[in-house]
């Protein structure tokens, strides 16, 4: 059974059909072909696929298509203005907060929606909130850096 | 010795930075080409069964299906790094749980799936077998029938003499320990590509050892190495599992050819902890260990079972690295091994991050505390007595060069602050202490561990190098890009480096044993040499001066210091070189072999050009309630020769602590029968950022007189003794040593009450 949804990702509108049972992930990957977002686990546990929908973040593995008709998405496509970085994003290069990537759109996604709710969280408060994020490579010391030196700035 | 870099040793950003924040790097799951097929593969439901039959008819009938293979579709060759013994596709029977079976090709994963469940394979279940001493038994089930007692691999040396030695000691320590399989987990799993067109096989994959990747996938598929074309996505982290050790490709390829569609296969992330990555070679060791009054080493007798799991892989390194590379770190001479690689009906076990080094430090490293403790010494100090130092050589031949381990050691204790703590003892805290020799590459394959590059320098004075080692996310390209603007005095903005691509790079060995700053670096370097060299002759005419009194800097060319002077510019000389009759553009070419051996018949030679030393301390806290842990702080000291780009190798130790604690604390799947129960990230649980303890790292002045601007290998070193100090520091908190891993809470308060009961 399909379903016609409408879906605004990044400020554009899009309408598709989608099965009831197709996950947002993959509507954004393969139908949108927005491919920052990325799937590292499937079960809502790494935090690869971190979405903004409607300004919360959801696991858009777990998320059904369907579900999200009408809503507003923000995907790591979404940030930066006129070809600008964001700051987090020129954060995380001058910090060097990443290493292979994989997990950085959601790292970012994550610490954007902390940042718009709290503008200067602690150290704590970010390790807190990120550690549903889950990143091989750094030891998290460079994200964490990443994160506080847009806060403090 | 070190001298000011213009651009070495700069806290530069990396290489690839725009296109990782911005989400638009390709990894593998994001190539896509034009009618592109779904590949899926039926797994093994035993760890160990005969296939009595394979029925695919009904799967091939359903509708959208493009292709089923088994094993009657290949050429039935096995391959493996060291040992050919890895099927494709499992002939005649099953060894391990998740093993490859059958595979299918369908328009989308939907039908794919309901494809595979179409299959029907009749199984005669066997006999497994998972505890590696247990398949040493001779009435044990045989994973594979020619080897006898299941034996893939035995060393057995010894050096000096050790029963005289052990006769001589003051104190000797006896223990047995138990290290674990260990996942890399890298949030990527692994994944290829293939199309196959006009004879060509061309495979993208997330692999950090393209043209071993192509050497195996050529021989598994009957191709000629030159017929097989291996690109490199951006890969999402490889730590040793993306080393083309498993079957992803091999069944993606074949896939490929039998359809003649481009066909993609994604491990699913159950995939990639049944039948993926191959992870870490769980060990038993025991170890016995003499020392002198004074706590210096007088001999080591080792006895090491490591389970291989079903196929070799390479474990069969990992197993000579774990017998005898420890032997660098400290001055050994009177040492004996016995170490065995054991097949067991499990997932095979392989390359991840140490080599080796993890397994058997947790034992080696705990052994040496012991004897301190047992004599009544400073753990650190008997490290510093006993620590290698420039000029020894191994029982085992290893030559070491540049170290500066006694450094690394007196750095960690004064960054821990271990003099103070130790004598202000806080109950329930405790201190640990431990060391790593690693190398910087390690010659096996082929007597050849050498690295090349090509660099051009195009008419606009723009630097490309050509290299096919490959970035996976350790930094490498950042690294060689530095070297490359260092050697030709060129702005780093100026140079790029290629995607590695095995039809257009030289060959390259690839990714491991923390090989490439070290081998890739001087290779780079002696190309931007070549480069160089062309560019300084074509200068030396429009100057009128001798080439070799020509310097450049900042991408000008002038006379060695008279920066005033007259100058050309590197966009100059190369426009001026290709734009004239008989010209040509500047291209350098750049080789590196290092100066080591291959082990010879009795397992003697220097396996590396250089080793690379690190020192860590922990404090922890041990709750004697719940026997919880926590680590109050970590420090890592290394010593990698001159450190090319700070930021990314303070990374480098970074996560390799993250990996560590989470290998010494927390990380493993529950096993039945053979099989993890939940293989997922909810119950292999990886640290996360609020797991993280406060760090220090640091690295201490050192230069590598072979090493590119003196620098050496890195990834590795802060990975290999993580549980061993944090199981020394448990010990000297609350009194317990801990001998198998993970260190869980339960197994703290096990120890505890045991103690208790006896006092
Ligand atoms: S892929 Fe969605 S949380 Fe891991
Ligand atoms: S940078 Fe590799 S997983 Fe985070």
Known sequence: MKRLITLTVND?????????YRLLVDVLREDLELTGTKEGCGIGVCGACTVLLDGKLVSSCLTLAAKADGSRITTIEGLGKNGALHPLQRSFIEHGGFQCGFCTPGQIITAKALLDINHNPTEEEVKEWMSGNLCRCTGYYKILESILAVARA | M???????????????????????????????LPGVI?????????????????????????????????????????????????????????????????????????????????????????PPVFDPEAAMEPDAPLVHEDKERNIAMRINVERGDVAQAFAHAHCVVEEAFQSTLHWHAAIETIGSVAHFSGGKLTLWMNTQTLFMARHRVAWAMGLREGDVRIIQSAVGGGFGGKSCDDNNAMVCALLAMKTGRPVRIINEREEEFLAGSRPRVPMKVYIKMGFRRDGLILAK????IADNGAYTGKAAGILSVAALRHDTCYKFENVK??????????IPTGAFR?????????????????????????????????????????PHGNRVGSCELKKCIDEAARLIGWEEKQKHKVLGRGLGVGCTAHVSGKRHFGDYDGGSALIKVNEDGKVYIWSGEGEIGQGTNTVL??????????????????????????????????????????????????????????????????????????GRIYVQGAPEGRSTTV???????????????????????????????????????????????????????????????????????????????EGQLEGSIAQGLGYALAEGLTMEEGRPLNPNFHDYKILTMADMPPFQRDFVPSYEPTGPFGAKGLGELGMDPVAAVIANAINDAVGVRITTLPITPEKVLKALREKGKTG
């Open chain 2, 38 to 126: 779904q590949g899926k593969i039926l797994r093994s439901p035993y760890p160990h069964a005969r296939i009595l039959n394979i029925d695919t008819s009904r799967a091939r009938r359903l509708p959208g299906v493009r292709g089923v293979v088994t094993a009657q579709d290949t050429l039935k060759r096995r391959w493996g790094a060291f040992q050919q013994d890895q099927p494709v596709l499992a002939i005649d029977k099953v060894r391990y749980v998740g093993e490859e079976v059958a595979a299918v090709a369908a328009v989308d994963e939907e039908t794919a799936l309901e494809a595979l469940s179409l299959i029907d394979v009749e199984y005669e279940e066997l």
């Open chain 1, 12 to 20: 554009q509108e899009y309408q598709l059909e989608v099965p009831a």
């Open chain 2, 571 to 649: 966009a100059e000389a190369a426009y001026s070189r290709l734009f004239r009759r008989g010209g040509a553009p500047i291209v350098g070419f750049g080789s590196f072999d290092p100066d080591s051996q291959l082990s010879d018949q009795n397992r003697y030679g220097n396996e590396s050009g250089a080793y690379n030393f690190a020192c860590q301390a922990a404090e922890v806290a041990v709750d004697t309630e719940t026997g919880q842990v926590k680590v109050l702080s970590y420090v890592s000291v290394a010593d990698c020769g001159t450190v090319v780009n700070p930021v990314g190798a």
């Open chain 2, 301 to 304: 007798e080792l006895r090491i």
């Open chain 2, 354 to 394: 140490g080599f080796g080094n993890p397994s058997i430090e947790f034992a080696l490293e705990q052994a040496l505390d012991m004897g301190a403790e047992k004599l009544g010494l400073d753990p650190v100090a008997v490290a510093r007595l006993n620590a290698a130092e420039p000029g020894y050589v191994s």
């Open chain 2, 481 to 554: 890009c530095q070297i490359a603007a260092e050697e030709l005095g060129v702005p780093i903005e100026d140079v790029e480096i290629s995607t590695a691509d095995t039809d257009l790079t030289p060959y390259c060995h690839g990714a491991y044993a923390s090989r490439l700053t070290y081998i890739a670096g001087n290779a780079v370097k002696a190309a931007a040499a070549e480069a160089k060299r062309q560019l300084l002759e074509v200068a030396g005419e429009s100057l009128e001066a001798n080439p070799q009194d020509l310097e450049i800097q900042g």
């Open chain 2, 2 to 32: 070190a001298t000011e870099f213009a651009v070495v040793g700069k806290r530069l950003p990396r290489f690839e930075g725009n296109e990782k924040v911005t989400g638009e790097a390709r990894y593998i799951a994001d190539i896509t």
């Open chain 2, 337 to 346: 091994t016995d170490a065995y690689l054991v097949y067991t009906n499990k």
